[in-house]
């Protein structure tokens, strides 16, 4: 067994290329034999990611205010604390806080994460 404690980790910065504006990330561990992370994330009021995609799927799990989420194939569905999301390998997706509200997730993510192109309002 191995337990990973939030407080001997860092908040540090998301790269800005993947984002649309203030995001950070707490890693909270690898699980190594599901070739995956667990992260925390932090998204400022307004700011989302861009198109990505997880060869091994993601989970999301919203902890404190309102989020987004949406696929290629969906409109943007709302979050708030408490909804979970999964994603299945490959699937194209984004999310992020609304327009007023921050928004912090626990991530799941399994295998290789491939950012796409910025998300647009269109």
Do not use: C
């Amino acid at each position: 067994m191995r337990i990973a404690r939030g407080s001997d980790t860092n908040e540090i910065p998301m790269d800005a290329d993947h984002f649309s504006g203030p995001a950070s990330r707490r890693e909270l561990g690898s699980i190594d034999a599901l070739h995956g992370s667990a992260v925390l994330v932090s998204f400022a009021a307004g700011t989302r990611n861009s198109w990505h995609r997880h060869s091994g799927g993601q989970v999301l799990y919203v902890l404190d205010g309102l989020g987004r989420v949406a696929t290629r194939t969906g409109e943007p569905v709302d979050l708030k604390p408490g909804d979970l999301v999964y994603a299945p390998p490959g699937e194209e997706h984004w999310h992020g806080a609304t327009d007023h509200e921050p928004m912090t997730h626990l991530a799941l993510g399994f295998g290789e994460t491939q950012f796409l192109e910025p998300v647009t309002d269109d």
